[in-house]
């Protein structure tokens, strides 16, 4: 028998829920780290590099889905289980698209939410029964949802997102600790990218495109 115990992070933007988390799997799982945002998240995987991440789909600065691709790619034996309270079957599909191994629900009980990290961590795909499975299998069937198929990049999804927030150019160079003509330089090119013409489209479209929370 494998004593070993899974590596896990975890990333949820309530650290109270996410420390709940830890105290809850500690016992069976090694929680490697608990963060509070997607940028976070993205620099913990690559340093610490986990079994599995157990992550909400809004995150701030980088939503799990943005959060987690590069590093999915790089890891493909990475396992994602997404536990949120949003139990609308294109959420789970659009997670399922971007490699995830699980979707749980966070009104779901204890036992089963380790029961999901488990059948994850096998490698096995786990789906809340909250959640119509037949709706999400037609969904995967389905064009992804028309913002996810761009593909943008880690800064410029966590960009978007700020911009989304109402957050200025100069506000998002001090959060993001970058010069405000690389911000702008990044927003002209997403709008570019995206065939977006103006400002307010920009921000309409990050605020439909599950960029922010809803």
Do not use: W
Request: hydrophobic share 45%.
């Amino acid at each position: 028998m494998n004593h070993t115990k899974s590596r896990l992070l975890i990333a949820d933007n309530h650290r109270l829920v996410g420390e709940a988390f830890k105290n809850l799997l500690e016992p069976e799982f090694e929680i490697m780290d608990v963060v509070t945002n997607g940028r976070a998240l993205m620099k913990a995987i690559k340093a610490m590099k986990p079994d599995g991440v157990i992550l909400e789909v809004f995150l701030p600065h980088l939503n799990g889905f943005d959060a987690t691709m590069e590093n999915k790619r790089k890891m493909p034996s990475l396992k994602l289980i997404f536990a949120t309270a949003n139990s609308d079957p294109k959420i789970a599909a659009e997670a399922f698209r971007h490699g995830a191994s699980a979707f749980v629900l966070k009104q779901s009980e204890a036992e089963e939410f380790k029961n999901a990290i488990r059948t994850a961590m096998r490698g096995e795909s786990y789906l809340s029964p909250l959640i119509a499975r037949e709706t999400v299998a037609f969904l995967l069937g389905q064009a992804p949802c028309k913002g996810l198929t761009k593909v943008l990049s880690p800064r410029q999804a966590e960009i978007l997102q700020l911009l989304s927030k109402g957050r200025s150019m100069k506000q998002i160079s001090e959060v993001l600790e970058i010069a405000p003509g690389t911000v702008a330089f990044h927003k002209y090119n997403m709008m570019r990218e995206l065939g977006i013409l103006s400002n307010a489209e920009l921000l309409q479209y990050g605020i439909t495109q599950l960029i922010t929370p809803i």
